[in-house]
């Protein structure tokens, strides 16, 4: 008889919570990789947790919001930022809370959309897992909608995989960067988002950000180059010393991005994020090779596949991430890691994300040094919270939440109240 996996409760020594803690901090593949060479060695998680998903409430919202930004300025948008809270509650009732945030403006996944996916596919595939593994719960969506040229509905996704990291987070008494054995993190500086539609906004928009702390500043462009020489010029000459971050969301054609990076560096803008849609390869090749301006990709960039092979093509110096965008915490990661393994950067960005996906993304910006001012606008753009403590933005810095999961206390009757009303 092959010898089974013995339970550590039986055979080990530490309690539930150390065991799971020690076989959370493990590197990303590196449990996977003991697992399948030596079973006996590392027991799966699935064998030692005894955690098994046993049900997954949604919650569809919208938050309110203030102020114009482009990407909610439409008939669906107006009605707030769209968001499924998601409640997961394991076999021993520990529970853990994610949020998906679909925005059909910036990517092909919508509220509806994302509610579908979760009740009829994505959730009965968890129900029985292991919610401390992370890469079998992904290994169980894969299946349930299988991949298209990269991970199928990657931000419908993320809220899972942020509830799943909170609920292992609770289970074993740590803190997201505990359980990746990463420091915690300084509080991130923000940068205050600039969506101007004519020049004459521009300096009260500055305005606002300064006197709500902020130091810096991400412009949106594209499609009209001579406007965003403007604008950028505009802001450089409001903020010398800011970091200044032009994000085109893919908005210019070939030839303009191509134009825009020299004239764009030539006023003061530092970065130049998404001028092209990802599937222009070449185009991004060019922009590299023409070097006028630091290349982040962000539309696009979803598993740590497609971003290992554009980095083999040379089609950018950085990524703007956002987990989010990328199915969550695990793939996020492994794309941090692998950005700062190839010696490329990576900014902290975001889908105006608000509290749950917000906590999430400033622990992972955190717990890996992020350098530059993050463009996380939620507390910019929405007014409302599902929080006991809202995240409170002090001086144009957000600081990590402290304490096991994500950190955070979900207010349950705030949600539900929030969800009626949407
Ligand atoms: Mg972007």
Known sequence: MPTQPRSPQTSHPLSRRQFLAAQLALPLGVA??????SPTAAPTPATSSKLKIDRIETFPVRYPMTGYFKFFAGPSGEAGRAAVILKVTANDGTVGWGESVPLPTWSDETLETAVVALN???????????????????????????????????ITRAGLDIALHDLAGKASGQSLHQLWGRPRGAPLTLSWTVNARTLDEVEPLVAEGRRRGYRHFNIKVAPDLEFDVA?????????????????????????????????????????????????????????????????????GIVSPVELAEFIRLGMLDGVAEKPSRCGGLWSCRQQIELLQSKGLAFLGSGLTDPDISLAATLALYAAYGLKKPAALNGPQFLTSSVLKQPLTVVNGTLAVPNGPGLGIEVDEAKVRALAARS
């Open 120 to 154: 009829r596919y994505l959730i009965p595939a968890l129900i029985g897992a292991d919610p401390t593994d992370f890469a079998g719960a992904h290994r169980r969506l894969d299946a349930a909608i299988a991949p298209a040229f990269s991970t199928a509905m990657p």
């Open 231 to 299: 604008l950028s010029r505009r802001v450089r000459a409001l903020a010398p010393e800011a970091f200044l971050w032009a994000d085109a969301n893919c908005g210019y054609d070939p030839a303009t991005a191509l134009a825009a990076a020299p004239r764009l560096a030539a006023v003061g803008v530092d970065v130049l994020e998404a001028p092209v849609r990802p599937n222009r390869l070449s185009t991004y090749q060019e922009l590299k090779k023409q070097g006028a301006l630091p290349i982040y990709m962000d539309e």
């Open 32 to 37: 996977a990789t003991l697992r399948a060479a």
